[in-house]
T-cell receptor, first 114, second 116 residues
Framework: DGGITQSPKYLFRKEGQNVTLSCEQNLNHDAMYWYRQDPGQGLRLIYYSQIVNDFQKGDIAEGYSVSREKKESFPLTVTSAQKNPTAFYLC?????????????FGPGTRLTVT | GDSVTQMEGPVTLSEEAFLTINCTYTATGYPSLFWYVQYPGEGLQLLLKATKADDKGSNKGFEATYRKETTSFHLEKGSVQVSDSAVYFCALKPRAGGTSYGKLTFGQGTILTVHP
């Protein structure tokens, strides 16, 4: 079955440590996205990539970094510079950036930093 | 910039009640509109979409009509079930061009709880 895999489902880190969240898709989609979700709020875009080896900052990119070396993979690193990293992180992909293309979401990773 | 406003929740209904969740948007041009659903602890699933004015998206008994004149995309269901309990997000994606190209803008989400 095609889909998006995020691992792990729960992740715990100490303050000051960088952590990388995994996102893999086998849908052959060109575009991939990272969102952050906080309780009672909608999703906010962190980074997105329209094609391999290219990515753009979203609305809240500070303290995060990404890479897109392969079409299938779009890992997100939460650095120690992110002031409030505890959140639910969602990865998504879509066939392209055309308006009518919907985004497909992974199951999410819940990151807790103490 | 683009924005989506959803009715404030949470919404609590009895089984078989009628559901309406209001959604209005602000965007340049004619965006595509989406409703996503999120069950507890999971990612988002696309519920339905509409890509042009007067289109009606429908799925699993849910419906929403793209109303350009009122910039709205309200979600409705005639008879809700306990299994419909979830968080519902309205979202828009702009047409080609501009700095928002390819990006989804989400509303804040509406929590729906359905009691037996």
């Amino acid at each position: 079955d095609g889909g998006i895999t995020q691992s792990p489902k729960y992740l715990f880190r100490k303050e000051g440590q960088n952590v990388t969240l995994s996102c893999e898709q086998n849908l052959n989609h060109d575009a991939m996205y990272w969102y952050r979700q906080d309780p009672g709020q909608g999703l906010r875009l962190i980074y997105y990539s329209q094609i391999v080896n290219d990515f753009q900052k979203g609305d809240i990119a500070e303290g995060y970094s990404v890479s897109r070396e392969k079409k299938e993979s779009f890992p997100l690193t939460v650095t120690s510079a992110q002031k409030n990293p505890t959140a639910f992180y969602l990865c998504a992909s879509s066939r392209g950036t055309e308006s009518s293309y919907e985004q497909y979401f992974g199951p999410g990773t819940r990151l807790t930093v103490t | 910039g683009d924005s989506v406003t959803q009715m404030e929740g949470p919404v609590t209904l009895s089984e078989e009640a009628f559901l309406t969740i209001n959604c209005t948007y602000t965007a340049t041009g004619y965006p595509s509109l989406f409703w996503y659903v999120q069950y507890p602890g999971e990612g988002l699933q696309l519920l339905l979409k509409a890509t042009k004015a007067d289109d009606k998206g429908s799925n699993k008994g849910f419906e929403a009509t793209y109303r350009k004149e009122t910039t709205s995309f309200h979600l409705e269901k005639g008879s809700v079930q306990v299994s419909d309990s979830a968080v519902y997000f309205c979202a828009l994606k702009p047409r080609a061009g501009g700095t928002s190209y390819g990006k989804l803008t989400f509303g804040q989400g509406t929590i729906l709880t359905v009691h037996p």
